[in-house]
């Protein structure tokens, strides 16, 4: 079965630090990767996507996503955070057998000044 | 600008009584979405549509309903049969029902009983 996991409910950085957000997933066949950012009482933001080729997958606002096929995991990182990122941040994952998203239960990220 | 709109943006429902979620898109996306968010937990798919007049059940459809008449519209009907509808209520849509393609998102309903 397909599963996703956001091992962290909540993280903090200091603004100006990197920051990294964990995910892990588990797919029978070759996973499609999606970060998505959600501001409160928002709806949520596509940030980038893995599908295939570089592990290194850049997208919006400065974010950056590595895929790594042995520890199945799609962790997001930025270099610097800014507090305008503090967000709940949300990892999904589909199989190419299933047109669902499989969604992680999300993670807060907060950046304090 | 090209987006999914969804109304109302809060919403009361009474004891034994149905209430539509509307969302409209005009993004020209074959593939809509409805999500279900709850404090702490990921979304859950409610129902999705690949395309016109087609629609199948997510993970928890019952106590819902949907139709898909026109290609920018796909309405939820919430059901007096569903229990626990409290929730924030997601609409999305996708170009196709692709695996490579993102979803793109409204800003939701946020649904409550009276």
């Known amino acids: 079965a397909q599963s996703v996991a956001q091992p962290e409910d909540q993280v903090n950085v200091a603004e100006g630090n990197p920051l990294t957000v964990k995910c892990t997933y588990s797919v029978s066949g070759n996973p499609y990767l999606f970060w998505y950012v959600q501001y409160p009482n928002r709806g949520l933001q596509f940030l980038l996507k893995?599908?295939?080729?570089d592990n290194l997958v850049k997208g919006s606002y400065g974010f950056e996503a590595e895929f790594n096929k042995s520890q199945t995991s799609f962790h997001l990182k930025k270099p610097s955070a800014l507090v305008s990122d503090s967000a709940l941040y949300f990892c999904?994952?589909?199989?190419?057998?299933?047109?669902?998203?499989?969604w992680g239960a999300g993670t807060k990220l907060i950046i304090k000044p | 600008d090209g987006g999914i709109t969804q109304s109302p943006k809060y919403l009361f429902r009474k004891e034994g009584q149905n209430v539509t979620l509307s969302c409209e898109q005009n993004?020209?996306?074959?593939?809509m979405y409805w999500y279900r968010q709850d404090p702490g937990q990921g979304l859950r798919l409610i129902y999705y549509?690949?395309?016109?007049?087609?629609?199948q059940k997510g993970d928890i459809a019952e106590g819902y309903s949907v139709s898909r008449e026109k290609k920018e519209s796909f309405p939820l009907t919430v059901t007096s049969a569903q229990k626990n509808p409290t929730a924030f209520y997601l609409c999305?849509?996708?170009?196709?029902?692709?695996?490579?393609?993102?979803?793109?998102f409204g800003d939701g309903t946020r649904l409550s009983i009276l």
């Open positions: 999904a994952v589909r199989d190419g057998s299933n047109y669902q998203l499989i």
């Open positions: 549509s690949q395309i016109v007049n087609d629609f």
């Open positions: 999305a849509s996708s170009a196709r029902a692709d695996h490579n393609q993102p979803q793109h």
């Open positions: 993004l020209n996306h074959d593939a």
């Open positions: 893995y599908i295939t080729g």
